[in-house]
């Protein structure tokens, strides 16, 4: 059987710096030779990205528990027609957000509670789970200060109030502590360029070994 691909995700706060920091990735292993698949939830898929217009964009109110089966379905379909064959083909997957978004923005932060908001993602994709985890990990405020800047409309989740945000970080910071071998933990206001040498290192790691 062919080498399983290696399975890469980014979490973190809105406004933390997953995409830049995932885009870096992507070049430095396409520049080595590697077959890249970048991808992101909500939407990675055609059926996802109705879904996302539908959970982000939504006017009138989606309660918490649709909320989660919506991310939920989405995450489904996508691992199933696209993360499991990339990785089956022998690609590195980059990808913006997975589970852990669900367990700390619907588990920690709308308080369905982490453990069964985990379940129920993983019943969704029959257990699949990342090889490395990179947390960026900021202070909503500051998060906050960079999406200001940015000038584009909140979505509904960013649209939540700062204790909202401070729980999503608290619930990250814990599914970090509960898997230390699948978290690499980084501080995001450090400088871009560290932040990128600090991932290629562990990606390299993974990789040869
Ligand atoms: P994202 O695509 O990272 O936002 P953007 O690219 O517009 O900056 O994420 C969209 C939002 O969805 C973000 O606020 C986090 C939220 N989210 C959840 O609440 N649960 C989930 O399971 C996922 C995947 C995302």
Do not use: N
Not at 27 to 52: F, K, M, N, Q
Request: no cysteine; charged share 30%.
């Amino acid at each position: 059987m062919a080498a399983r691909g290696l399975w890469i995700t980014f979490e973190g706060g809105d406004g933390s710096g997953k995409t830049t920091q995932a885009e870096l990735l992507r070049a430095h292993l396409e520049g080595r030779g590697h077959r890249v698949v970048r991808t992101r939830e909500p939407g990675g898929t055609d059926v996802g990205r109705t879904i996302r217009e539908l959970v982000l964009h939504h006017r009138g109110d989606i309660g918490p528990r649709a909320e989660a089966l919506l991310f939920a379905a989405d995450r489904s379909h996508h691992v199933a027609s696209l993360v499991t064959p990339a990785l089956e083909r022998g690609e590195v997957v980059i990808q913006d957000r997975y589970l852990d978004s669900s367990v700390a923005y619907q588990g920690a932060a709308r308080s369905l509670g982490p453990d069964e908001v985990r379940r129920l993602s993983l019943w969704a994709t029959e257990g699949a789970l990342p090889d490395v985890t990179v947390l960026l990990d900021i202070e909503p405020a500051a998060a906050r200060e960079r999406l200001d800047a940015d000038d584009k409309p909140f979505d509904r989740l960013e649209a939540e109030k700062a204790e909202f945000h401070a729980r999503v970080r608290d619930g990250y910071l814990a599914l970090a502590d509960a898997e230390p071998e699948r978290f690499l933990v980084l501080d995001a206001v450090r400088p871009v360029d560290e932040i990128a040498a600090a991932i290629r290192a562990r990606v390299t790691d993974r990789l040869s070994s």
